[in-house]
C-alpha cells in the first residue's frame, strides 16, 4: 500500500509535491464511498424484498426455519451462477483475499460486486469490506494509470483502500491505523506522514461522503464506564485473551473446511451446499446470526438480561461456524462485520456467567480478542473494539488487554490461506 514514487526523492517530501495529490485523493476517496453506498443501497432493496415483502405475500415468518432454509439456499445458487458463468468468476477463491491485494482486472469488478450483493441480502455472514476494497483498487488502478501514467498502482490502491475504510468505518482513524501498520519497515520517501498525506485526504472524503449520505455507526449503545478499577482490567485481560482462544479454533478449522467444500470442485455445488447450511444453521441459532451483523450485534447488545449463557454461548458458535463456511465455500464477503458479532456474543456470555464484569468491558474486550485472531490487524481490532465500548475509560484497558491476546494468536494460523489452501501464521 506504499504510495512511493521514486525511492531515490528526497527524504521529505516538499509541499509542492503533495498538494497535486489532493485533487485525486478527493476523487478516489469519495468515488470508494459511493461504491460501497451504492453496493449497500442495493443489498438493502433486496433483503427487504426477501425478508419482508416475499414472505408477507406468501404468508409465511420472515424467520421461519423453513424460509431462513430456502432464502439462503437459493441465495447459494444465484451466487453460484454469478461464479460460475458471469466473466471473471467473481474474482479469486476469497478464502485466500484478504483486505487489499494486488489489483483486479477491472472486467471482473461488476461480478464481484454482484456477488457480493446478493451474499448480503440473502443473510450470508459475510460483510461487504473485502469485496468493496478490491473492486475500488481496481477502478482506482485501472482510471488512475491512465488519467496520470506517472504516478504508480500502489498509490492508486493506497487511496482506494483508504477511502474505502473511511466509507465503512465513517472515520478517517481506521485508514490511518491500518496505512501506518501497513508501511512499517518500507522503503519510501519523506516522513509517516509524508507518505499517508494523500491516503487520509481519501480516507476523509470516504468518511465525511459515508456521513453525508448514511448514518455509519459502531456504537451499539452499551453502558459506559466511566471509572474503571482493578476489576474491570482483570476483567479485560482475561476476557481478550478467550475471546482470542475462541477465534483461533476457527482458524484452525478453517483450512478443513474449505478443503471438503473443495472436494465438491464445482461453485454450483460448493456455493448451494454452503448456502443449505447456513440456512440450517440460521435455523439452529435464530435470525441474529444472519447477514453481516453490525445491526444484529446491536440488536443482541441491546437486549442484555434477555438472553441466557447458553442461548449466547448457542448464537456465538453459530455465528462463528457460520462465517466459517460461508467464507470456505465460495461467497464474497468480508470477515470483520459477522466476527464482531461473534465476540459481542462471546463477551455476553462471559458477562453472564460473571454478572460483576462491566457489560463494556466483557463485549468490547470479547471483540478485540476474536477481531485480532481472524484478522491479525491489531490496530483495527483496538480501533473497533474502541469505538463499540464508546468510552474512552476504556481504551486504556483494552491497550493494555491487547498484549496477552497478541501473545495467543501470533505465530497461530490466520483466517486466511494461501493459494494452496494453508493457513496463513
Known amino acids: 500500500m506504499a504510495t512511493d514514487h521514486d525511492a531515490t526523492a528526497p527524504t521529505e517530501a516538499p509541499v509542492r509535491l503533495l498538494l497535486p495529490q489532493v485533487l485525486p485523493a478527493l476523487v478516489v476517496g469519495i468515488g470508494s464511498a459511493l461504491l460501497f453506498l451504492g453496493v449497500s443501497k442495493i443489498a438493502e432493496e433486496l433483503q427487504s424484498v426477501l425478508w419482508e415483502t416475499l414472505p408477507d405475500a ?11 432454509i430456502c ?57 461487504p469490506e473485502q469485496p468493496t476494497i478490491a473492486s475500488a483498487i481496481a477502478l482506482a488502478v485501472w482510471l488512475g494509470l ?13 487511496l482506494a483502500v483508504a477511502g474505502t475504510f473511511g466509507a465503512l468505518f465513517g472515520t478517517p482513524v481506521a485508514a490511518a491505523l491500518v496505512l501506518s501498520e501497513a508501511l ?93 447450511l447456513l440456512g440450517l444453521l440460521g435455523a439452529l441459532g435464530g435470525h441474529l446470526t444472519l447477514f453481516k451483523g453490525l445491526h444484529e450485534t446491536e440488536e443482541l447488545v441491546g437486549s442484555i438480561g434477555v438472553y441466557s449463557s447458553g442461548e449466547l454461548a448457542r ?11 460461508a467464507a470456505a465455500c ?10 464482531v ?15 460483576e464484569i462491566h457489560p463494556a468491558v466483557a463485549v468490547s474486550s470479547a471483540v478485540l480478542g476474536v477481531l485480532l485472531a481472524t484478522t491479525r490487524q491489531g490496530w483495527v481490532s483496538l480501533f473497533i473494539a474502541a469505538v463499540i465500548a464508546a468510552s474512552p475509560a476504556m481504551l486504556s484497558l483494552l491497550c493494555l488487554a491487547t498484549l496477552p491476546a497478541w501473545l495467543v494468536v501470533t505465530g497461530r494460523p490466520q483466517l486466511e490461506l494461501d493459494h494452496e489452501g494453508n493457513a496463513l501464521r
Not at 86 to 95: R, T
Open 58 to 68: 406468501l404468508d409465511v415468518g420472515a424467520y421461519s426455519s423453513l424460509w431462513m
Open 184 to 276: 512499517v519497515g518500507k522503503p519510501g520517501r519523506g516522513s509517516l506522514w509524508d507518505r499517508l498525506f494523500a491516503p487520509l485526504i481519501a480516507a476523509g472524503a470516504g468518511a465525511t461522503t459515508t456521513q453525508l449520505l448514511s448514518d455509519p455507526s459502531f456504537a451499539m449503545g452499551l453502558p459506559p464506564l466511566t471509572d474503571p478499577g482493578w476489576g474491570d482490567l482483570l476483567a479485560a485481560l482475561v476476557v481478550a485473551p478467550l475471546g482470542a482462544l475462541f477465534g483461533l479454533l476457527g482458524c484452525y478449522a478453517f483450512p478443513h473446511l474449505h478443503r471438503a467444500f473443495g472436494r465438491l470442485r464445482h461453485p454450483m455445488l460448493m456455493i448451494p451446499a454452503g448456502g443449505l
Open 330 to 339: 465460495g461467497f464474497r464477503g468480508g470477515r470483520v462485520f459477522p466476527a
Open 341 to 355: 458479532f461473534v465476540g459481542a456474543a462471546f463477551g455476553l456470555v462471559a458477562q453472564a456467567l460473571v454478572p
Open 315 to 325: 448464537m456465538a458458535v453459530v455465528k462463528l461456524v457460520a462465517l466459517l463456511v
Open 146 to 158: 491512465r488519467a496520470a501514467p506517472g504516478a504508480p498502482g500502489a498509490f492508486w490502491a493506497s
Open 71 to 127: 432464502v439462503l439456499t437459493a441465495t447459494g445458487v444465484a451466487v453460484g451462477l454469478v461464479v460460475w458463468k458471469v466473466h471473471g468468476h467473481a474474482g479469486p477463491d476469497p478464502a485466500s483475499e484478504g483486505l487489499g491485494g494486488p489489483p483486479l482486472p477491472p472486467a471482473v469488478v461488476p461480478g464481484l460486486l454482484l456477488a457480493s450483493a446478493l451474499a448480503l441480502a440473502g443473510g450470508v455472514s459475510l460483510g
